[in-house]
Structure formats: structure tokens, C-alpha cells
């Protein structure tokens, strides 16, 4: 049972994040969530690519938000088991190409605890 809610929780995501709903998206993960990316890595190398805390993850996606106003995600595979999601999604942005990214999202109790970001 665990599975379906998790996946469900990945639904949400993938509507808050191609909605641009930073609310909706924060609302989904722990007060003291990880997240790594490698963009946050090249972007603000002073982070290693982490962030960790609600704050900062608004300060991130807010920035991106506002920097990539057509960032869209189209997930592609999503398989959940009872403490992560592994989520194939393609990242589109007008005027850039297509990128292939993978991300796992892990969840507690109903909340997201730590993601991590994978592409090329």
C-alpha cells in the first residue's frame, strides 16, 4: 500500500512543479528535507549541490521558477517501493534541449525526507 501513496505523492510533484506551484511543492517534503542536484552544484558551487531545510529549497526553485518561466517535466517511469520513488522524467525549457533526468524522492511518514537529482 505503501507504493500506491508514494507514487501518489510523485503525481503531486510532477502537477506542483509543471504548475509552478512552490506551495503545493514545499508542502510535500519534511521541514529539514535534503535535496542534491547537479545544477545546484554548477549554479551554487558554495552548496557542494545540497540544500537542506525548507528556506533553501524555496530560495532554489523559486530562483528556477523565475529563471525558466516554461520549465515543464514529463515524467516517463515512476516505481515506487515502501520508502522511495525512482522517478524518469524529460526536463523541457523553450529553447534549450531536451534532458534525460532520473530522481529519487524518499519519503517518511508521508513526506518527502531527501531527493536527489541525476543527469549529465
Do not use: C
Not at 512552490?22 to 545546484?40: I, Q, T, V
Not at 529549497?57 to 516554461?70: G, H, K
Amino acid at each position: 500500500m505503501k507504493s500506491a501513496t508514494h507514487e501518489a505523492i510523485a503525481l503531486k510533484w510532477f502537477d506542483a512543479f509543471n504548475t509552478h506551484n512552490l506551495e503545493a511543492l514545499l508542502a510535500l517534503y519534511h521541514d529539514d528535507a535534503r535535496h542534491f542536484s547537479p545544477k545546484l552544484k554548477i549554479r551554487k558551487p558554495e552548496t557542494n549541490g545540497y540544500v537542506q531545510g525548507k528556506t533553501a529549497l524555496r530560495s532554489w526553485w523559486l530562483d528556477a521558477f523565475e529563471r525558466l518561466p516554461t520549465l515543464n517535466y514529463n515524467y516517463t517511469t515512476l516505481t515506487a517501493n515502501d520508502e522511495r520513488v525512482f522517478m524518469e522524467y524529460i526536463r523541457k525549457v523553450e529553447n534549450e534541449e531536451d534532458m534525460l533526468v532520473a530522481e529519487v524522492l524518499e519519503i517518511r511518514d508521508g513526506m518527502i525526507v531527501a531527493s536527489r537529482v541525476y543527469h549529465g
